[in-house]
């Protein structure tokens, strides 16, 4: 295994990308996993690539393999996925986690609520079982699955969010607010989580609703399998 980062490479020294991604080529891996800021970047590396490329995580466009270990996540607590109803809550403007689990979960015949205040919804949510809701307490009423995102804090314009304590009291998951979805609800977040700002420490910690860790350990079997299906395709 190759790990490369930007950062500590060529790229540092004044190689241009296309030099590099030819380097890298040159080098016959068997796949490309690659994480980059820009948008559609995978898609771009893989016309140089002769092996698959995996989007690790691209700008705030997609992130498939987070969104198949969450859905794997969503299947093992809750089951069929088409039954459910499903909300997406907080910063969705600037969230690959969110546009990879909406197309996901949207294409499996989960009803979708996309939750964010104002200034964080999309212009278009454009998912055909999606429906907009900018009040937290109304987007997760009667929800079997709470996703909340991180504040992309990394990605936003200056001046969107007043402060933390302001976003955690408009946005902020609790267990009073909890008390919208079904009494049964899960709880997940992508990662890194920002307690306090998006979620309550008691809401992230919870014993039997909190899916978070789940999430994080079902992501090594969900990646295996997509680097053995892949490796499977490319046999021969
Ligand atoms: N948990 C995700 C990751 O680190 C969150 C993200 O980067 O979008 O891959």
């Known amino acids: 295994m ?4 930007s950062a500590s490479s060529s790229l540092s020294k004044g190689e241009s990308f296309e030099d590099t991604i030819e380097t890298l080529a040159a ?7 690659m994480r980059h800021s820009e948008y559609n970047a995978p898609r771009s590396v893989a016309r140089f690539m002769g092996c698959p ?3 690790g ?24 996925v088409s ?18 689990n909406a197309t996901l979960l949207d294409k499996l015949g989960a009803e979708l609520h996309m939750v ?30 709470v996703m909340m995102l991180r504040l992309q804090k990394e990605r936003m314009s200056q001046g969107l969010i007043t402060s933390d304590q ?26 890194p989580m920002n307690r306090g700002v998006e979620i309550d420490d008691a809401v992230a910690d919870d014993p039997v609703r909190s899916m978070i860790r789940r999430q994080v350990a079902n992501g090594v079997p969900t990646r295996m399998a997509v680097l053995d299906w892949l490796l499977e395709q490319n046999k021969g």
Request: hydrophobic share 40%.
């Open 2 to 5: 190759i790990h490369w980062d």
């Open 27 to 33: 080098l016959a891996p068997d796949i490309l996993i």
């Open 53 to 55: 490329v995996i989007n």
């Open 57 to 80: 995580g691209d700008s705030y466009r997609a992130h498939p393999t987070q969104a198949l270990l969450d859905l794997l996540t969503i299947q093992q607590a809750k089951g069929d």
């Open 83 to 100: 039954k459910l109803k499903i909300a997406i809550c907080g910063d969705i403007a600037h969230s690959r986690v969110a546009r990879s």
């Open 116 to 145: 964010a205040p104002e200034y964080l919804m999309p212009q278009d949510v454009g998912y055909k079982n999606a429906t907009a809701f900018t009040s937290l307490n109304e987007g997760i009423k009667g929800c079997d699955v």
């Open 166 to 191: 302001s976003y955690f009291k408009e946005f902020g998951l609790t267990h009073a607010r909890l008390k919208h979805a079904k009494p049964d609800a899960i709880i997940m977040h992508p990662g």
